[in-house]
């Protein structure tokens, strides 16, 4: 990827895209209707779509990571922590 020192603004970054002619001629319709350049509307099209994708839980990114499963104890256990803990304790109590 080239940058460009755009002195007007940020620096700009150059990136090429690959596109079918059914999709080339999609963008030129759009330019022409919109009175926009190519980029214009590729940068507007990216801005939109990343509004509009869904955000990913905490839980789908851990599942994502392998984080989930990925750990030896009963299933329940953040469901029933005390229940756990206090037969934790009494094991230990009874060792003494």
Known sequence: MVTYDNSSGPAMKVLSVRL???DQAVLE???A???????EV???ALHLYAERAPAKSPAELAREFGLIGGFA???????????????RV??????R
């Open 20 to 22: 079918t002619d059914s």
């Open 29 to 31: 319709k759009v330019s």
């Open 33 to 39: 209707a919109t009175g926009k350049s190519q980029s």
């Open 42 to 44: 590729i940068k507007e």
């Open 73 to 87: 104890g009963p299933a329940d256990l953040a469901e029933d922590a005390r229940r756990y803990l206090r037969k």
């Open 90 to 95: 009494r094991a230990r109590r009874n060792r």
